[in-house]
Antibody, heavy 118, light 111 residues
Framework: EVQLVESGGDLLQPGGSLRLSCEASGFTFSIHAMSWVRQTPGKGLEWVSSTSDSGANTYYADSVKGRFTVSRDNSKNTLYLQMNSLRVEDTALYYC???????????WGQGTLVTVSS | DVVMTQSPLSLPVTLGQPASISCRSSQSLVHSDGNTYLNWFQQRPGQSPRRLIYKVSNRDSGVPDRFSGSGSGTDFTLRISRVEAEDVGVYYCMQGAHWPLTFGGGTKVEI
């Protein structure tokens, strides 16, 4: 059974940094693209970032480019999202997601909440 | 960016009756590899989204056959042949043909 368990969400002030983690199990992590998607009540679902199976190729939404960095450790079956220069509008529930191929979203984790507020 | 427009925003349904949701994209979702990358997701209250349909019309494992997807190019439809109580939630379409990946605004299905 595919399991994706996010962690690292927190309450922090604008300008702060945070690293989210996603531990994967139940599938061969190293051969699947992975993504981060966030959800807010007002803006619905918003794709944030994706990485290819090896991590060699990464992709970002314009809203986070230059501030967020996606990475993965295939030896630990873990996906990361380093979030810097956080803004109030980054407040959301962040989901880790597995794809069958690049540009695909198949399975979702349960999400981790990031709140940016002064 | 490809804009995904869903309608209706809210869909009152009757148990046992059919229902359908429309999703339109601002650009063709046919990729250069020949596939059309359009997914449908269901999000029940308090739960994470769950994929129902991928590449327009392919049902994911475990998805009841009352759910079906159709369409081509820029115009797509999710149909529920006979609505059951467990189908209540918000449904989203998502395109995976172009970066950035984009989602529709969601359709709330309520009894």
């Amino acid at each position: 059974e595919v399991q994706l368990v996010e962690s690292g969400g927190d309450l922090l002030q604008p300008g702060g940094s945070l690293r989210l983690s996603c531990e994967a199990s139940g599938f061969t992590f190293s051969i699947h693209a992975m993504s981060w998607v966030r959800q807010t009540p007002g803006k619905g679902l918003e794709w944030v970032s994706s990485t290819s199976d090896s991590g060699a190729n990464t992709y970002y939404a314009d809203s986070v480019k230059g501030r967020f960095t996606v990475s993965r450790d295939n030896s630990k079956n873990t996906l990361y999202l380093q979030m810097n220069s956080l803004r109030v509008e980054d407040t959301a529930l962040y989901y880790c997601a597995k794809g069958k191929w690049l540009r695909d979203i198949e399975y979702w984790g349960q999400g981790t909440l990031v709140t940016v507020s002064s | 960016d490809v804009v995904m427009t869903q309608s209706p925003l809210s869909l009152p349904v009757t148990l046992g009756q059919p229902a359908s949701i429309s999703c339109r994209s601002s650009q063709s979702l046919v990729h250069s590899d020949g596939n059309t990358y359009l997914n449908w997701f269901q999000q029940r209250p308090g739960q994470s989204p769950r994929r129902l349909i991928y590449k327009v019309s392919n049902r994911d494992s475990g998805v009841p056959d009352r759910f079906s997807g159709s369409g081509s190019g820029t115009d797509f439809t999710l149909r529920i042949s006979r609505v059951e109580a467990e189908d209540v939630g918000v449904y989203y379409c998502m395109q995976g043909a172009h970066w950035p990946l984009t989602f529709g605004g969601g359709t709330k299905v309520e009894i």
